[in-house]
């Protein structure tokens, strides 16, 4: 018994010690907290965006709330949409868009939590903490790291 117990422990401190070695030490990619971004979202949206606040820490304006038709986390969609930066700069747009054939469900969860809000021919805007847009990790050269969105989303057809 003592033998094997002893197999074990040195088992598991080659495996604890053979493991570190090969483990780079650098900072981990750590999310911006929902609500620290509620400075800048509100200081874009000015007095131009009559917002309301989601518990969640997502800013949003209903502009039409569209039809009775809505969207479900599987609906294939068709919208138009425009995409800004903080500084009004604008890094994505599209007219008719079938968003690369994907669900708001594969979406990131700001459009996720949009898009179920309004139905065909509705306008939502939406205010965007990082975390619920592209996190840490940014997206390509557009977007950098723990950037806040603004969205503004009209929900064409449910195709």
């Known amino acids: 018994m003592k033998k094997l117990i002893f197999v074990l422990f040195a088992v598991s401190l080659i495996g604890y010690f053979g493991c570190g070695k090969s483990v780079p030490i ?14 800048a979202l ?34 294939y969609l068709k919208v138009n949409y425009i ?35 309004i139905g065909v021919g509705g306008r ?9 847009a592209y996190g840490c990790s940014g997206y390509g050269n557009t977007i950098p790291s723990n950037a806040p969105l603004y969205f503004d989303i009209t929900l064409v057809a449910i195709l």
């Not at 997502?58 to 599987?74: L, M, N, V």
């Not at 007219?95 to 809000?117: D, E």
């Not at 939502?124 to 619920?132: E, F």
């Open 124 to 132: 939502i805007k939406i205010l965007v903490p990082s975390v619920y």
């Open 42 to 75: 509100l200081k874009f949206a000015d007095d131009s965006i009559k917002t309301t606040m989601d518990s969640s820490g997502i800013f949003y304006q209903i502009i039409d709330s569209g039809s009775s038709a809505k969207a479900t986390a599987g609906s």
């Open 26 to 39: 650098t900072p981990s990619c750590i999310n911006a907290l929902p609500f620290s971004d509620s400075t």
């Open 83 to 117: 995409g800004k930066l903080m500084n009004n700069t604008i890094f994505d747009s599209a007219t008719n868009s079938t968003l690369g054939g994907n669900t708001p469900a594969q979406l990131i969860p700001a459009w996720q939590f949009a898009l179920i809000k």
